[in-house]
């Protein structure tokens, strides 16, 4: 974690002396961050596949806006502001300007996610404002894979169906609260039904029920590109477990995946040694390191 006195911070609390600007973007500066973002086009697919989805960088019709530091008109780093923060090709020492953009807007973030040394240098500046993490994931290893699997697909991974919206909704819950340690129904359950029915209906759900109609596996498409897809909420129910069935499972998902974009990708705690296991297996290879911030 960075350091509280890291030393961009005490000279440059609110961006002065930086040269640069932080305002938030609009539709005139969607090329600009798509350039931007396809510097690293696997660290940044989820900005990249909102601008696929979106066509703009203007704000959402949700709140969701985009800061954008410049030096002139050039822009030289960005960061997602809507429930979480994701930065984008955002150098830790212009961090500290966006942290305060971010806390004046008045909103409280889920968290921060994305390359680590960002990620680490907005929370070092939103810490400074109050903001004290529930949690932080210093060290998430972000994976690719860019052939075949090492190990065969298991055929029984399919695309997840709205008949089957009531079994695959409590498996998607039960991988958030173990992931995150608080359900995803705090505050309401529209949302987050609203966001799994939205991956269902898009094709980025996969799934294997059993003949009972129990989830054995789930994991989705959470952030597609022409490019990259990045892989999330995988989960394996508890009772199958330890049994090497997952493996088989996630080599399923690199060729769904790989159907839409020639990268799959995801980041991984580096503490889940049993699902890095899995990752090593399949054919997964570390090429970068991402962090997150729980508030």
Not at 98 to 119: E, K
């Amino acid at each position: 974690m960075l350091s509280r006195v890291a030393p961009w911070l005490a000279s440059r609390k609110d961006g002065a002396g930086t040269g640069v600007a932080v305002r938030t973007l609009g539709g005139s500066d969607t090329s600009q961050l798509r350039d931007l973002a396809r510097q690293d086009a696997v660290a940044n697919v989820f900005i990249l596949s909102h601008l696929e989805t979106a066509g703009s960088a203007a704000p959402t019709a949700g709140g969701a806006s985009i800061l954008g530091v410049f030096d002139g008109g050039t822009l030289l780093g960005a960061c997602w502001a809507g429930a979480n923060l994701v930065p984008v090709q955002l150098d830790p020492e212009l961090a500290v300007a966006v942290s305060l953009a971010a806390h004046r807007s008045g909103r409280r973030y889920a968290s921060i996610f994305g390359p680590a040394d960002s990620v680490l240098a907005l929370y070092a500046g939103l810490e400074q404002f109050g903001q004290t993490a529930h949690e932080i994931r210093e060290d998430q290893p972000l994976l690719t894979i860019t052939g075949p699997p090492d190990v065969a697909p298991d055929p029984q991974l399919g695309f997840g169906q709205l008949a089957d919206f009531d079994k695959i909704l409590p498996a998607c819950a039960a991988m958030f609260e173990e992931e995150v340690g608080y359900s995803p129904y705090l505050g309401g359950r529209e949302y987050y039904s609203r966001r799994v029915k939205g991956l269902i209906r898009e094709g980025h759900s996969l799934v294997h029920l059993d003949a009972a109609g129990e989830v054995v596996f789930k994991a989705e498409l959470g952030a597609v590109t022409p490019e990259v897809t990045q892989v999330q909420g995988v989960w394996m129910n508890p009772a199958l477990r330890g049994q090497g069935l997952s493996a088989g499972y996630m080599a399923a998902v690199v060729v769904q995946a790989q159907s839409r974009a020639p990268v799959t990708s995801l980041y991984v705690n580096s503490f889940n040694t049993r699902a890095r296991a899995t990752y090593d297996r399949v054919g997964f290879r570390q090429v970068g390191t991402f962090a997150t911030v729980l508030f």
